[in-house]
Every structure is written in C-alpha cells, then in structure tokens.
Nanobody, 122 residues
Framework: QVQLVESGGGSVQSGGSLRLSCVASGYSYSRYCMGWFRQAPGKEREGVASIDSVGTITYEDSVKGRFTISQDYAKKMLYLQMNSLKPEDTAMYYC????????????????WGRGTQVTVPS
C-alpha cells in the first residue's frame, strides 16, 4: 500500500522561500515517477513539477526558475524547494506517485498524500 506524507508548508512573505518534503513507503520508490501538484480554492488541481525514474525533470511554466524538485532514493523522499514565492503560489501542495516510470497521465487514486498548505499573502 502506497503511503505519502508531505511536510514543510506554512505562511511566508512574497519573495520568501519554503522547502517541502514528502516521505514515501509501501512501494518500490525508485521505479516510478514522482510529482508535486497544487490546488487553490475554486481551481482545479495542477501539476507543479515531476521527476521520472531516471531523473528527468519537468516544471510547470509559471514555476520555472523559482522551484526545484529533487529526490533522495535511499531515503525514499521527494523535495520541492520554492524560492521567490508569489501570492499566486498559494495553494494546498500534494506529493503523488505515478503508476509508471515516465510520468504518463495522472497519479492514480490512493497514490496521493494529504497535502501541506502554502500561503503567500498579497
């Protein structure tokens, strides 16, 4: 059974930084794509960044140059370093595991964490 737990969210001023962490268990971590998603109130959930099983990284356009996704295979942990935060980044951030190695489609139900809140006041 896949278990993902996020941490590191909080409230920061515009221009500030946060580092989110996700610890994974219950599956062969290194064989699958991992991703960060976010959802603001009244909006659909969107992909933020992903890293596939061989380390290829993809970012959503609005976070390029500001966010960095990384992972630690030995610790089965996923990270999202967020710099130069903007009010538009305010959302619940989720860690998720894809059911494939290449980040195809969307992560299945039950392959998501419960989320950690990031708030950047205007």
């Amino acid at each position: 059974q896949v278990q993902l737990v996020e941490s590191g969210g909080g409230s920061v001023q515009s221009g500030g930084s946060l580092r989110l962490s996700c610890v994974a268990s219950g599956y062969s971590y290194s064989r699958y794509c991992m991703g960060w998603f976010r959802q603001a109130p009244g909006k659909e959930r969107e992909g933020v960044a992903s890293i596939d099983s061989v380390g290829t990284i993809t970012y959503e356009d609005s976070v390029k140059g500001r966010f960095t996704i990384s992972q630690d295979y030995a610790k089965k942990m996923l990270y999202l370093q967020m710099n130069s935060l903007k009010p538009e980044d305010t959302a619940m951030y989720y860690c998720a595991a894809y059911a494939n190695a290449q980040c195809i489609g969307s992560p299945p139900n039950n392959y998501w964490g419960r989320g950690t809140q990031v708030t950047v006041p205007s």
